[in-house]
Structures are given as C-alpha cells and as structure tokens.
C-alpha cells in the first residue's frame, strides 16, 4: 500500500504526526509531501524536526498568495506529484487551501482522498477554512470525524458512506509531546514564568486580522489585561500589527510577552503551565481542554462546539468587557475555575491514528479503497 500525505501549515504537521507515526509501525514509509503554505523555519521546519518529520519526499514552495493563488498553484503542483507517484489514497487534515488544493487535485485523478478531522463546521461560510472544510469533505471517500457531532455534521449533507468516527489525532500529538516537553522545554525559565502566574494568547484568523477594526479591539483586550501575558505572534499578525504601528504599543506594556511562534515542545509546555489561554486557534480549542486549561475563544463561532458544551471553552468574541469579565471570574473564583479546568475532553483516548491506519489498510485489502461513482446509498 503507498499512502501519500499533502500537507502544507503548522497545525498539520503536528496533527498528522501521530497517523504518519502509525503508518511506520506498521512498516509502510509513506510519501510525504508538503506544500510550502508556511515556509518560515518557526512555521514549518522545526514540527518536522522536532516530530522527527525529517524525509519529506516533495517541496513544493508554493508560498503565500490571494486564496485562489494559493490554492490554485498548490493544486497544480500536487497533481504533478501524483502522476508521477500514483499513491493509492491521499491523506489531507483539516481545512486550510493546502487541504482543499490537495483534496481536489487527487480525486480528479481518480486518488480517493481520505481526510482527517472531516466534519468540522462553524457555520459561517465568509470563513475560508469553512468553504474549505466543506468542499474537502465532499471530495473525500473516506472522512475520519473527530466526534458523533462532526459525524453528525456530514450526515446532514448526505454523507453517510465512508465515515469513521475515530477521535481527533491532536490527542495523539499532545499525549506523544507532553511529557518530552515538560523534559526538554526550558521556555518558562527563558521568559522568566512561573507556573499559572500567566496567561497565553495567540491570534492569527482572517476576521481578527485583516479588519484594523477587530485588531484594534484586540490590541485593547490584550492591553487590558489583569495578568501577565504570553503571545507569540503568527507572522500574519506581525505584518499587520507592525503595517498599523500597533506591535509597538503592545512591546511597551511590561505585562506583555511578544515572542515569535514557538515550536511545538515550548508551546505545549507554556500552555500547560499557563493558567488560562485566550485564542481563535482551532487546535488550541482542543489542548487546553485536553490540558485542562480553561479556554477563552476570541470569536463568536467555533467549529469545536464539542469544547464548549463539555464546560471547557466560552466563546468572548473580541468583546472587551466580556473577555474581561471572564477572565476576572477565572483568576478570583475558584469553582468557576475549577469546572472548566476539569471539563472532559471530547477528542478520544490518543489513538486516533492507529484507527485512521487500520480503517485504511482494512480498506485497501478489500479492493475498497477507491474513488466511487456514487457516494449516496
Ligand atoms: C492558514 C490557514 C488557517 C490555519 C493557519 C494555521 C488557510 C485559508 N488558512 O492561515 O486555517 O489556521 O494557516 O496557522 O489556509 N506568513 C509568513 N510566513 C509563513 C507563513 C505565512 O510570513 O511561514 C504570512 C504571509 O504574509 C502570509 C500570511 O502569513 O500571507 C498568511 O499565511 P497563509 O498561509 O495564507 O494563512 P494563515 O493565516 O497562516
Ligand atoms: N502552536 C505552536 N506554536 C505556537 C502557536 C501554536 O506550536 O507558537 C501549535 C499549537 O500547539 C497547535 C497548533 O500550533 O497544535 C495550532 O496551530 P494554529 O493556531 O496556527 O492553527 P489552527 O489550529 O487554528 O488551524
């Protein structure tokens, strides 16, 4: 069996680890293939040194672009590697243009696409990831759903067949990390913390970014915050914090940490020492739960409901007196704190990837493991 791997930014890497891992296990050396979404070393290169990723098949040095640039060089790429390559299922995970250029690019050759974390919705389609997410998933022949609900989610638009609920591979990636991060990591002496004496932030989603209004509004909420904050800032921020003055502002407040993006080791042991995470990252919706940190999301939609309905996450949007409000409760009241510090994780049990290689392999011995003409029964 030749399964290949597309994939292209951060949160990929690190959450297609633990399947990558499983397929070696098990003997078979898949091809991988990444896209150059994200290209700076604190973006890419160090995941695949620090997860041992070092025998990347393909760069494809797509870069940065207009969304249909992205994609659309992207696809042409990948569709250049599979011809030549011709695996027998393409892997893509998640939501981003290097998921849907690969999903894309595949089936039209006939590839089945088999994506991990299908069934994501947040149900605002001006989102990207949103159209991403959607039309990756009726791409897919094979859709692995982290929960019943993102299984739910597929079933409401017809997709029954194919579908695996098989737990989120994040678990995976931060059970297989944490240990070896709270070893090696010396990132709280570095920046002189001590554990659950701060706060971590990131920011990086297009509707928190690319409108000065809402970075604005974020810019005063991290300002105003009572308690020492972390932030290491996703290039994207950087630019447009610099381009509008606003990185200045935040490096004069003594209560604000600016870093670059860190790798995966210093950023699971900063978040699971921290006290509390304010985010509009996906995958730091799910390791704070998972950690047992209670997580402020700074939107107003999550395609991780799952978080919020099990008491681990709330959803404060870039409401100033909301964010505070929370905050505040979190660092004076300490029942609240403790329900959502001990809120379950709804992910699964770290095996995620495992069960991913095996529906594979199953599938691939039984000749199913192909692009079918119809998916509805
Ligand atoms: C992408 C995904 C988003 C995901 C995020 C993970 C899409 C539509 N969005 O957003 O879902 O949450 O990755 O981090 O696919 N840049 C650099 N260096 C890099 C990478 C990016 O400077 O290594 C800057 C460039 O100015 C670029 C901007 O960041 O234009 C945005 O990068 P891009 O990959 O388009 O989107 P992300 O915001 O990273
Ligand atoms: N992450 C990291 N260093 C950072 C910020 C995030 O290693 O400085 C990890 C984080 O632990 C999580 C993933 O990157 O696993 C989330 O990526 P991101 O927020 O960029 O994307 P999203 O999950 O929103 O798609």
Known sequence: MKPAFVFGTRPEIIKLSPVIRAFERKGIKPLLIHTGQHYDYEMSKIFLEELDLNGIDYHLEVGS??????????????????????PDVVLVQGDTNTVLAGALASVKLKIPVAHVEAG?????????????????????????????????????????????????????????????????????????????????????????????????????????????????????????????????????????ILSKPLGYLDFLKLLKNSKLVLTDSGGIQEESIILGIPCLTLRYNTERPETVKAGGNILVGLEKERVLYYVNNLLNDDRFYQKMANAENPFGDGRSGERIVNILIELYKRGELKVRSSRFI
């Open 65 to 86: 672009g207009t969304q249909a640039q992205q994609t659309g060089i992207a696809m042409m790429k990948i569709e250049e590697v599979l011809i030549k390559e011709k």
């Open 120 to 256: 994501l919705r947040s149900f605002d389609r001006t989102m990207p990831e949103e159209i991403n997410r959607i039309l990756a998933d009726h791409a897919s022949e094979v859709l692995f759903a982290p929960t019943e609900e993102a299984r739910q989610n597929l079933e409401n638009e017809g997709i029954r067949e194919g579908v695996y609920v098989v737990g989120n591979t994040i678990v995976d990636a931060v059970l297989q990390n944490s240990e070896i991060a709270e070893r090696k990591s010396k990132i709280l002496g570095h920046f002189n913390l001590k554990p659950k004496l701060y706060a971590v932030l990131t920011a990086h989603r297009a509707e928190n970014t690319d409108n000065e209004e809402n970075l604005r509004k974020l810019v005063d909420i991290i300002k105003s915050l009572p308690i020492k904050v972390v932030y290491p800032v996703h290039p994207r921020t950087e630019k447009k914090l610099k381009s509008l003055n606003l990185w200045k502002e935040l490096e004069k407040s003594e209560n604000i």
